[in-house]
């Protein structure tokens, strides 16, 4: 059997975790945009996770997680050291980034970490980078030296001014056009109410933008249906067809209704995952 | 002097409003002395019409000769010659339109039992022998099997007996392809899957999880790697939908992400993580063996009303006799000549209802089959929190998009050369549902064993 053992993990905040994953095929193939299935142990949930960074020499895959549910804690439970039962991609349709002069990269909470390597590798293209990423607050913060790392130009915001300049990613990406940046493509990436006003903004000025969706997903390679989204009037499936879409033509209310089809079992599971890490600890 | 009893000996079930509530096996299976008196039910006819009905050409009559003489490891012999996988044909085989369709005894009667012996021939063997798989002399040679479904395993099976190399790559993080995500514990339980795998372990198969070809491993690259042919066994892939208003809101699946929830992540156990919606009123739409499955399904996970909404009549589902037999009698409600044009949905997006109208059959069309017509003015609407899309599906992309030089019609399936599987680009064999789309376990089993055979030919005269 295949291992695929964590060679770091960290705490990035105090609900997004980091890990890097010994997958050498997969380190081999994998490019910005795409993701990996993963299950912690042998009984868990298979859960999508965009593919943070990937290093084909080391032959590992770097995921970053925000801890929402069982599924994200019980990996958040795994060590260093230790090995994750499954770990299958790079699944999905790589960004399509090249020949591109000058890009706005918007990226909301832990969508950043989708986010981030697409400003990345954007970089290393030769393009302009202006990265605009938006937090709830301060102790939320994520990638912030990576980002000034491949970016041109970057603009923090919080919700609540505690960090960089308080407001929306929508108002820093507006003040930015507003100046005069002629952006060939903005591309956001985060919760997909964010990526809606994104859109609004995008296609009020008349520029391309592309949005990376996150919907519920079993086998993520064309078998489930799972996570199937109105594009353009047609049903599209985000694993085989996406994960990237052209945003002014994604039905973005109903996405945001189907993922919140299992509101309920995922309360149920993170009180039951509670439970267990308390009885742990007593 | 053969048992002249017109009827079949009877097959042990749960009871039907015992049954609807578990997702044990429904059928348990013949006892040693009801296969041996159903096996004296067999004439042994000459010219073995049964036989020629048969994907993988078992020689039945001699199998069953063996039942009836007691020799249940000289039966399993014979079977194991032409198939790989027994227990699990016995148990989902449409027999009716195979060997037993063509059985003589059906002739004025009900035709031999051949499903339910393999069956038990299969079951014998597994819970009494102990021999191991003789492991074939390697002959050095490496073949590549995509997808470990039936189709891929048979192949698998028969390039390991013959002395290959072989390994399987599979996309899930288990091995069995529809055996596992989508055929239902009730109809195959899946430690019968889980046996015939480990069986092709000791010949020798390699199966590789969560290995999705054409990602993270093209076609082009398994030949660099040293793998002389390549067989395709990939599956069927996206669900389709009816493209009806609606067909997004919460509480639609397609079959087969609900079957995979309830097989592969074993959503219906109340320990399991990953979630399923227990809906109350339960419509699935469609008549194949698929869609008698997610109605059983739905049942089992406490459904108070399922429907199974048909736009033909009863005599022209699809799905094997026994599934629709077995579904009434767990209380299965059939809506044949009924056609949904609208999923209606309450202000929070979740399913409430959905719009049928009522059909009627016309002329034939070109599958043979009448065609069914709108009658006027028949709207109406059913009651529903959930509804199943069980229509089929259309091929998995993902190899056809990876592999240059493969050619695939208008539907997506990849072309082959007749019964052989050659595709258009050389060493590269398909077969199963990613050449013809949706169809059953055995004749996917079929082609993967012929593919077995013409790859075998293909190497050695390379």
């Known amino acids: 059997m295949k291992l695929f053992r964590i060679v770091k993990k960290e705490a990035l905040n105090p609900t997004v975790g980091k890990m890097v994953i010994e997958a050498p095929l997969i380190a081999k193939k994998a490019e910005p945009g795409q993701f990996v299935i993963l299950r912690s142990n042998e009984d868990s949930e298979r859960i999508p996770l965009t593919i943070g960074d990937y290093d084909r020499e080391k032959g590992t895959i770097t995921i970053i997680y925000q801890i929402v549910g069982g599924g994200t804690m019980e990996l958040d439970r795994k060590k260093e050291g230790e090995s994750l039962h499954d770990f299958v991609g790079p699944l999905g349709v790589a960004s399509h980034l090249e020949g591109l002069k000058k890009v706005a990269v918007v990226g909301g909470g832990v969508g950043c970490a989708i986010a981030y390597p697409i400003a990345k590798k954007l970089h290393e293209l030769g393009s302009e980078v202006h990265s605009i990423v938006g937090f709830r607050n301060k102790d939320l913060v994520i990638l912030e030296e990576d980002f000034k790392a491949v970016s041109d130009k970057l603009v923090m915001m919080t919700d609540d001014g505690s960090y960089g300049e308080k407001g929306l990613v929508t108002h820093a990406l507006e003040n930015l056009i507003g100046e005069g940046n002629q952006y060939d493509e903005i591309i956001a990436i985060g919760p997909v109410i964010m990526m809606k006003f994104v859109t609004e903004v995008a296609k009020k000025h008349n520029i391309k933008i592309v949005v990376s969706m996150n919907p519920i997903m079993i086998d993520g390679t064309g078998m489930c249906g799972g996570c199937r989204l109105t594009v353009g009037g047609e049903t599209k499936f985000a694993c085989v067809d996406g994960p990237d879409f052209d945003g002014t033509l994604v039905d973005f209310d109903e996405a945001m209704k189907r993922g919140g089809m299992y509101k309920e079992f995922e309360q149920h599971a993170r009180e039951a995952e509670c439970n267990l890490l308390k009885k742990e600890v007593e | ?462």
Do not use: W
């Not at chain 2, 042994?44 to 001699?62: E, G, L, R, T």
């Open chain 2, 1 to 462: 002097m053969p048992n002249m009893d017109p009827k079949k000996t009877a097959m042990p079930v749960q009871e039907p409003n015992v049954r609807n509530k578990n997702f044990n096996e429904v059928a348990l299976g013949y006892t040693y002395e009801q296969a041996v008196n159903e096996a004296k039910r067999c004439l042994n006819c000459k010219n073995k019409p049964c036989q020629s009905a048969c994907p993988v050409a078992i020689d039945i009559p001699s199998f069953i000769e063996r039942v009836a003489n007691e020799d249940m490891e000289g039966a399993y012999k014979i079977i194991s010659e032409s198939s790989s996988l027994p227990a699990v044909c016995g148990r989902v085989c449409p027999q009716e339109n195979q060997c037993e369709g063509k059985c003589v005894r059906g002739i004025k009667g009900e035709p031999v039992g051949i499903g339910r012996l393999e069956r038990f021939v299969a079951d014998y063997h597994r819970e009494h022998s102990t021999a191991k798989a003789e492991v074939p002399e390697s002959n050095d040679h490496k073949v590549a099997v995509i997808g470990s479904g039936p189709s891929g395993l048979t192949a698998a099976g028969d390039l390991a007996k013959l002395g290959y190399k072989v390994t399987v790559f599979e996309a899930l993080h288990l091995a069995g392809g529809v055996l596992v995500y989508g055929i239902p514990e009730f109809r195959l339980p899946k430690s019968i899957v889980q046996k015939e795998i480990d069986n092709l372990k000791d010949l020798g198969v390699d199966i590789e999880t969560n290995m999705v070809i054409g990602k993270v491993i093209t076609i082009d690259e398994l030949f660099d790697m040293g793998y002389e042919a390549v067989y395709v066994g990939s599956g069927a892939g996206l669900p389709r939908f009816m493209g009806i208003p609606g067909e997004s809101l919460n509480g639609v699946y397609s079959a087969n992400e609900f079957l995979t929830r309830i097989n592969l992540m074993k959503s219906y156990r109340e320990d399991s993580k990953t979630p399923i919606q227990h809906g109350k009123n339960v419509a699935v739409v469609g008549g194949g063996n698929v869609a008698m499955d997610a109605a059983r399904s739905a049942k089992r996970l406490g459904a108070e009303n399922v429907y199974i909404v048909y736009r033909r009549g009863m005599e022209e589902l699809p799905a094997r006799k026994e599934e629709v037999e077995h579904a009434e009698e767990e209380g299965i409600i059939f809506k044949t000549l009924t056609n949904p044009i609208e999923v209606l949905g309450d202000e929070n997006g979740k399913v409430k209802g959905m719009k049928c109208v009522e059909m009627e059959l016309g002329e034939p069309d070109e599958s043979g089959r009448r065609r069914p017509v709108v009658k006027p003015n028949s709207e109406f609407v059913l009651d529903i929190d959930t509804m199943i899309m069980s229509i089929g599906t259309s091929p998995n992309p993902l190899i056809r998009s990876t592999t240059p030089g493969l050619e695939t019609n208008k539907h997506g399936c990849i072309v082959t050369n007749g019964d052989d599987g050659l595709t258009t680009r050389e060493g590269v064999f398909a077969g199963g549902d990613a050449v013809t789309g949706a169809a059953t376990v055995i004749l996917a089993m079929g082609a993967g064993k012929h593919a077995a055979k013409a790859i075998d030919e293909y190497i050695k005269n390379k």
